[in-house]
């Protein structure tokens, strides 16, 4: 199920809220939080039944090795509960890569031998990039004794969620599970249902207004076998640089904003990335608990940057690679990730060198190394995105012709209209977290929040949904 759906905003997130509030007083809350876990199963099961095993057999093992884990620690001390989370990592890493990997690994295995073993054709299941790193990282947490227990009720409530089940924050048990008990508590909050509006139906905007018409030239620009001259292939690019934009931060605001209607405040996971002024603040701003996650549990293990310079950098690299690697099974999020790595290298380097830019220059170069970068990402093929950048860089024909060229006079100028207010968006107004911090319930604020609701609504009704692009990984 989508956020940008009507099933999703008119059933599930009501039906699910009415539940979780009006069932608190009973069993100390035990079944607000099985309505909850039962909506988000549903939730989830609607993107298909099929996946839902994979996700039941991952929790279940993984809250077993937590259990033992935190028993071992009490116990016997932390010698057992390293190997036991040794295995429950070696565990998650293989599930992650049967389903997810296998048939990248056999196609290149193939080819390098040559061999000729037939691919397993497993169908990656919904959400597993997001779900086992959650559990990787609540596996670690247990054996460093950052996280409590759990029941197993509300262990799944912790990991299924549903505004955070697909594509993120991913969580840590406790910054988001002390929340569950203080929101019953507390019952419905009106501000917080107000706040989840507007966080919401700003989302919504994003998503099915922007994005949507950026993604109209980005698959134009990208389809397979499309040639580009020095302009179209720029409007491509950054018709996808913005495409992936408004896309994610859509879909961030929409979670968050579900997560207000049961007084729950999920982390911040995007903070206007295009804005930063070198590729490490890019990064701090970018899906910021995948970054929060890939630096406490694959960078800072590895030694972070306390074993000398070139080990430092060693691993920095490791680390993007392994980032890129987490986004696809595919040589382009490799090489994607790969780059932003030897990117980060060269940062530290510079800051090492004390030398500074000017902020406009440094956020000028920040933001044109992204747009490049984020070819790699979207095209299907090394070929294709290095058949874009290059007619970025003018190895092609010039024309002055664009890609949405035979559209209609007033399609256009609404296209128009979309860049520019998408430019200053970006660019120059407040990130949506900052709502709650200067929300107040004003006349103006309602007109607005009712505003935007009827927008969105609005294309809603007049687009046929599609998924947001980190559904993919």
Not at 130 to 144: I, K
Not at 221 to 240: D, K, Q, R
Not at 339 to 362: D, E, K, M, N, Y
Not at 449 to 458: A, F, K, M, R, S
Request: with cysteine.
């Amino acid at each position: 199920m989508l956020f940008h759906s009507f099933a999703y905003i008119f059933v599930l997130l009501p039906l699910a809220g009415a539940g979780f509030f009006a069932l608190r007083r009973w069993s100390n809350g035990l079944l607000s939080r099985y309505v909850l876990v039962a909506f988000s199963l549903l939730f989830f099961v609607c993107g298909g039944l099929h996946y839902l095993p994979h996700l039941l057999v991952s929790m279940g093992i993984n809250y077993g090795i937590a259990e033992c884990i935190l028993r071992s620690r009490e116990s016997y001390g932390a010698g057992i509960g390293k190997g036991l989370l040794t295995g429950g990592i070696v565990f998650n890493v293989l599930f992650l890569g049967v389903f997810k990997y296998a048939d990248f690994f056999l196609t290149n295995f193939n080819t390098l031998i040559p061999a000729e073993i037939a691919p397993l054709g497993l169908i990656m299941p919904l959400a597993i990039s997001f779900y086992t790193f959650q559990q990787v990282a609540y596996l670690v947490d247990c054996y460093q004794g950052k996280a409590g227990r759990s029941s197993l009720l509300d262990y799944c409530l912790f990991i299924t969620f549903f505004p955070q089940l697909i594509a993120g924050p991913i969580l840590r048990q406790r910054e988001v599970m002390p929340q569950f008990g203080r929101a019953l508590q507390a019952g419905v909050n009106y501000q917080n249902c107000s706040l989840g509006l507007l966080i919401f139906f700003t989302g919504l905007v994003k998503r099915v207004v922007i994005a949507d018409t950026f993604g109209l030239w980005a698959d134009a620009g990208f389809s397979p076998g499309a040639t580009h001259t020095f302009i179209e292939a720029w409007v491509s690019s950054l018709s996808y640089t913005f495409q992936i934009y408004f896309d994610f931060s859509g879909y961030t605001d929409m979670a968050i904003g579900s997560a207000y209607f049961f007084n729950i405040r999920l982390p911040i996971n995007f903070d206007s990335p295009y804005k930063a002024l070198n590729i490490q603040d890019f990064w701090r701003r970018w899906h910021i608990t995948l970054s929060r996650f890939l630096r406490d549990y694959i960078y800072i293990p590895l030694g972070g940057s306390k074993e000398g310079e070139f080990r430092m950098y060693g691993n920095l690299l490791v680390t993007f690679l392994i980032g890129g690697l987490w986004h696809g099974a595919g040589w382009t999020f490799v090489l994607w990730g790969a780059i932003h790595g030897v990117a980060s290298v060269i940062h530290r380097l510079w800051r090492s060198w004390g030398v500074r830019l000017p902020a406009l220059l440094a956020g000028f170069l920040t933001f044109n190394f992204i747009n490049i970068t984020w070819v790699f990402f979207r095209a299907e093929n090394i070929r294709d995105a290095l058949d874009v950048i290059k007619a970025m860089f003018g190895f092609s024909a010039f024309s002055g012709r664009v890609l949405f060229e035979g559209i209609s006079g007033k399609q256009q100028n609404f296209s128009w209209v979309i860049l520019v207010v998408a430019v200053i968006t970006v660019f120059f107004i407040k990130n949506t977290n900052s709502i709650p911090e200067r929300f107040q319930p004003t006349g103006w604020r309602l007109a607005y929040q009712v505003g935007i609701i009827l927008l969105g609504l609005l294309f809603l009704n007049s687009t046929m949904p599609r998924e947001f692009i980190y559904y993919d990984f």
